[in-house]
């Protein structure tokens, strides 16, 4: 139960309607319990009224009115204990004066009205507290998702899609399952119980205490069976997480299976994995399928005891029974049986959802490694940038990817970075965006470390183009302008001209509100690596950032995107990461990286001069027909 303290926030938010439901809970269990004191009474009134006739044709007049004086005052003696809303209803009826048969059958209405107003404030009951979990569903859904986008570049490497997804989809819906059923049949219990121990006691103290001696062995059996369900819902949760995964991976990755025609081996691994999940989840049905059957059994009995004890009690004479009395135990007993029988539900409910949440409150307490400063800086950045004796290693791998490395880039440079696959270079643009903190040594932006600027407004200053493409399932014109406000076809169409796709996308069946598929399958590579393009020349950022963007681009095109984006770049910081050197493009530096180190620095020219790393590179790049030269 210690972890579902972390929804308390959310009840104290919708406390109004939280209070609103206990009190349609207790109102409509009050007037359910009514019910039996009336039907009582009406047994009561039935056997007396029968009595009463015999008496009459069996005796004289005095005796006969000797014994109505007797039958009135024992009915005075047997409501007592009554409600007062009963007494108030009985009163009425002796003192109209009415027949026999409008006595019953004002008091079979009477019952039917009982169970409508109980109804209704059952409906209302639903309406406060189920509603209620709904929008605490929602709030949290919201919670989980927005820490998600708080969390770091290295969370994600750690933990898999599915297993995300699976605690923001089925964990919360076990949540749920506790802040609305289990809350409202808890309190649906209590009341009944309430109520029911409460005139059970008035009317027959030792009686109540023979008809309910089965319930300790109830409680010690939820006791028992709740701490294994415990256990085991935890380890479905992680199963059916591991299940989600597997599934995911194999969507995502289905022409890779289907190419290497390994439909089968994966149906397999995925039928692994669910039969270990059946068998569990089998195996907790089994323990809360004690339960059911234990309720019926202690129900039984209690209505055994009833009607036995009740009529020898009736038999004998004694502690004032009658068979309205016997009949108002057995309604009581009748009104325990879903309430009690609802306890194992709920605790089961409760379990779960305390091992769900403990899943949420592991995410929900990870701090994210990368956050804003108290007192962030937000400032234009004219694109400035200052490597100061920086080393980085990754945290999941323990890869050194930067080693004492510095650099200094002016305000509209354009810088080439090239190196080897492992070199380091994808990680100066990750740094620059601040998906991770240098390990040690400073990161300068315009002379501010940039461990002070807001990091919003430092990513919202800086066109990113990701080694890694990934577009949405979205138009072409949102996908382009993804970081814009206003989604409109020309702004779209001025941007993807810069990474020379727009008269493509113009052929599309219909043009920039053509859909794109899931990460962009309906497109080639060169096409959604050049609309990746176009989304970060969507907005005239100062600093522009590309990393290895034009590996899936012949050499025409990739000629003819240069040549645009040397008038697009103009008077912007540019660092353009690549394995490849394109001699079309005026650098005016290019930085050599070998095992997070520069090893080599300067134009095309001067390096080519001093026959070094750089020489190497470029002439392995010619000898495989990758030197970025039309070819034609």
Not at 3 to 12: C, D, H, Q, S, T
Request: hydrophobic residues 40%; contains cysteine.
């Amino acid at each position: 139960m210690k972890y579902l303290k972390a929804v308390n926030k959310y009840f104290w938010k919708y406390k109004w309607r939280l209070l609103l439901g206990m009190l349609f809970i207790i109102l409509s269990n009050y007037f359910r319990i009514l019910s039996p004191q009336v039907t009582g009474f009406v047994v009561n009134t039935v056997e007396r009224e029968l009595t009463t006739q015999t008496a009459n044709k069996v005796s004289s007049g005095r005796v006969a009115a000797t014994q109505a004086k007797e039958i009135s005052g024992n009915q005075k003696s047997d409501t007592a204990n009554y409600d007062i809303l009963v007494k108030k209803y009985i009163r009425k009826l002796d003192t109209s004066h009415q027949s026999f048969g409008r006595k019953i059958a004002f008091s079979g209405i009477t019952l039917l009205l009982l169970a409508v107003i109980g109804g209704i404030f059952m409906f209302l009951m639903r309406q406060t507290i189920i509603v209620m979990s709904r929008h605490i569903e929602f709030d949290q859904k919201n919670e989980i998702f927005r820490h998600y986008q708080l969390l770091d570049t290295a969370f994600y490497k750690t933990h898999s899609t599915g297993d995300l997804m699976s605690r923001m989809a089925e964990d919360v819906s076990r949540v749920r399952m506790y802040t609305g059923p289990a809350i409202m049949y808890l309190g649906n219990l209590l009341a009944t119980i309430g109520f029911s121990l409460y005139f059970m006691i008035r009317k027959d103290a030792l009686l109540t205490l023979y008809v309910l001696a089965p319930l300790p062995i109830l409680a010690v059996t939820i006791y028992m069976v709740n701490t294994i369900i415990h256990k085991r819902s935890e380890r479905i949760q992680a199963l059916l997480s591991s299940l989600t995964t597997n599934a995911q991976e194999s969507y995502s990755g289905i022409r890779v299976i289907k190419s290497f025609v390994q439909e089968s081996a994966m149906i397999r691994f995925f039928t692994a994995n669910s039969e270990e999940y059946r068998k569990n989840a089998i195996n907790l049905s089994k323990v809360e399928a004690i339960y059911f059957p234990s309720m019926g059994l202690i129900i039984g009995l209690s209505t055994l005891l009833t009607i036995m004890i009740g009529g020898f009690y009736v038999i004998h004479g004694t502690h004032h029974a009658d068979l309205g009395t016997i009949t108002e135990f057995i309604i009581y007993i009748t009104m325990l049986t879903f309430p009690v029988s609802a306890i194992g539900w709920v605790a089961s409910m409760i379990q779960r959802a305390s091992a769900s949440q403990k899943r949420l409150n592991e995410f929900l307490e990870t701090v994210p490694a990368i956050q804003n400063p108290p007192h962030a800086i937000s400032q234009p950045l004219t694109g400035h940038i200052s490597f100061e004796q920086v080393d980085f290693i990754y945290p999941n791998t323990g890869i050194h990817a930067l080693r004492n490395f510095n650099l200094k880039i002016r305000k509209g440079e354009k810088i080439a970075v090239i190196g080897r696959t492992g070199s380091g270079k994808t990680t100066l643009a990750q740094l620059l965006l601040r998906f991770y903190d240098p390990t040690h040594g400073l990161l300068r932006l315009d002379g501010k470390d940039i461990k002070t600027l807001d990091i919003h407004n430092l990513r919202s200053q800086i066109g990113y183009v990701p080694q890694d493409v990934f577009l949405f399932s979205d138009s072409v014109t949102g996908n382009i302008l993804f970081g814009s406000d206003k989604k409109t076809e020309p702004p779209a169409r001025k941007a993807a001209s810069f990474a020379s796709v727009d008269q493509e996308i113009l052929q599309f069946s219909s043009g920039f509100d053509t859909m794109i598929g899931e990460r962009g399958v309906t497109l080639s590579g060169g096409q959604k690596q050049r609309i990746s393009i176009a989304r970060a020349l969507s907005k005239d950022h100062e600093l522009v950032i590309f990393d290895d963007c034009l590996s899936a681009v012949d050499a025409r095109t990739e000629k003819e995107i240069i040549s645009r984006l040397y008038g697009y770049l103009q008077q912007k910081t540019a660092i353009i990461i690549t394995h490849r050197i394109f001699t079309l493009f005026e650098f005016d530096r290019i930085i050599v990286l070998d095992q997070g180190r520069i090893v080599e620095t300067g134009t095309h020219a001067g390096l080519m001069a001093m026959n070094g790393y750089y020489t190497r590179l470029y002439e392995q790049q010619q000898q495989t027909g990758e030197d970025g030269q039309t070819r034609d």
